[in-house]
């Protein structure tokens, strides 16, 4: 199954876009929960009546400090767990794992430009991936999309709440990472080295 992700806005992010299948059928929206709400993101699934009509499906809540946890709801019934209870840190500070609605554990792992989903097991088998747009100059023309293996389809709702989540956690450590290294580019200048 592929995710095709058009962005909402400039620059691209995978917590402000549009999920589509490959015929152009909306199938997920993911925004900023509102106006000053910057660490809150609302996604909305295509309604079960076919019609369509997005309905408001999972939250997203960053804390924005270490000394809250981040929140995900499912806004379908009463489920809402702290991220860091969920989605638990694995052996390095870029994993975390989790078990889905099927029984199955998995872990995401985050890359520098990407997240991506693997079985937690000794198969480690690939079970979702990013894959960035491309203009058609060395290759050939492609939106960017998120990639989902048939065996993990029948949990896609999981995949796309916590994928989304994952690019938060990603984006917040890219920006942590540019603001450490313009501190001490800042401190060298100051210093005179």
Not at 62 to 67: A, F, I, K, P
Not at 120 to 126: G, I, R
Request: glycine share 6%.
């Amino acid at each position: 199954m592929k995710l095709i992700i058009e962005p909402n806005s400039s620059p691209f992010n995978a917590f402000d876009a549009t999920y589509s299948d490959e015929e152009g059928k909306v199938l997920y929206k993911v925004k900023s929960a509102g106006k000053y709400s910057e660490n809150k993101y609302l996604i909305e699934k295509a309604g079960e009546d076919g019609k369509g009509q997005l309905v408001p499906f999972a939250e997203i809540e960053m804390s924005g400090t270490s000394l809250k946890s981040d929140v995900l709801r499912i806004l379908v019934g009463d489920w809402q767990v702290n991220a860091d209870e969920y989605l638990k840190e694995g052996k390095y500070d870029s994993e975390r794992t989790f078990v889905a609605p099927d029984g199955k554990e998995y872990r995401w792992e985050m890359q520098s430009d990407r997240s991506e989903l693997c079985l937690n097991d000794a198969s480690k088998t690939l079970m979702g991936k990013y894959h960035r747009k491309k203009y058609g100059i060395f290759h050939d023309k492609s939106p960017a999309y998120f990639e989902i293996q048939p065996s993990a389809e029948g949990i896609v709702d999981v995949v796309v709440l916590t994928y989304v989540y994952m690019e938060c956690l990603r984006q917040k450590k890219s920006d942590e990472d540019l603001d450490n290294a313009n501190r001490i580019s800042a401190m060298a200048v100051v210093s005179g080295s």
